[in-house]
């Protein structure tokens, strides 16, 4: 068997991209390569530019994070088929806030975050794919990267839309774009904010591009753009989509 071949194979094992197409996996398996990590070593260090994100694929290995004072901290227990590192997927520019120790030898998946990310936008099913895991990734561990510092009701409400995107989004056409259903008044009740902040932040959403408002239903048009307002990274200035506004 050939290594891309096995690649695929393993790829076809990790729940987040249950969603693929046979191309999709084939294709995903051409950026990804194999790489055995010794017990004790790190596989992501801390600080270090987010170039990639891992797929565990056997062994034992552990998210921990250094504080300022010297101490580490284990952050969270990783066990074969699990993701991590995939801060890269939502900005380009982003550095790894935590590092992946291997407890015992490990063999992981390396994928290149901006070849996984061009990848998914010709390929609406990644694309869905790096929504949930996203928001997976953010739902596990963005209070331990954020402990002590502001939570922003913008941040809370994109995470929720992701949180809704994972467990019941739709696809809508060929596109990349996600239907969510919900009201308003239940997200603000779940983000623990007004009604009004939710509808002022939503319609400015709409008019940057990120999705289009309906009656107790969002498309979601630009799931990367939200993920990104996930994160904590400032929402771009531009307005290349209003051309594509409208209510349903």
């Known amino acids: 068997m050939s290594e891309t071949l096995s690649i695929e194979t393993a790829l076809r094992q990790v729940h987040i991209f249950s969603d693929a197409s046979d191309e999709g996996y084939a294709k995903l398996a051409e950026i990804s390569t ?13 600080g270090e530019p987010a170039e990639a994100f891992y797929v565990l694929l056997g062994g034992y290995a552990q998210l921990c994070q250094i504080t ?30 935590a590092c992946a120790e291997a407890v015992e030898d490990c063999h992981v998946l390396v994928i290149p975050a901006d070849r996984f990310t061009k990848l998914a936008q010709e390929n609406p099913a990644l694309s869905f794919s790096m929504l949930k895991l996203m928001s997976g990734y953010l739902h596990e561990l963005q209070e331990h990267f954020t402990q002590g510092e502001p ?97 349903f």
């Open 68 to 97: 300022k004072e010297g101490r580490q901290i284990t952050l969270r227990k990783l066990t074969p088929g699990q993701i991590f590192g995939a801060y890269g997927i939502a900005h380009g520019s982003a550095n790894y806030p």
């Open 151 to 247: 939570d922003m009701a913008e941040r809370r409400i994109a995470r929720a839309l992701l949180t809704i995107a994972h467990h019941s989004g739709k696809h809508v056409g060929k596109s990349n774009s996600v239907e969510v259903r919900f009201t308003r008044q239940s997200l603000a009740e779940q983000v623990g904010t007004t009604l009004f902040t939710v509808s002022r932040i939503l319609r400015r959403w709409q008019k940057n591009g990120y999705l289009l408002k309906g009656r107790e239903r969002i498309i979601i048009t630009n799931p990367h753009l939200l993920m990104q307002l996930a994160e904590g990274f400032s929402e771009p200035s531009w307005d290349e989509s209003a051309g594509n506004r409208m209510d």
């Open 34 to 46: 194999r790489q055995a990590v010794a017990a004790g070593s790190l596989i992501i260090k801390q």
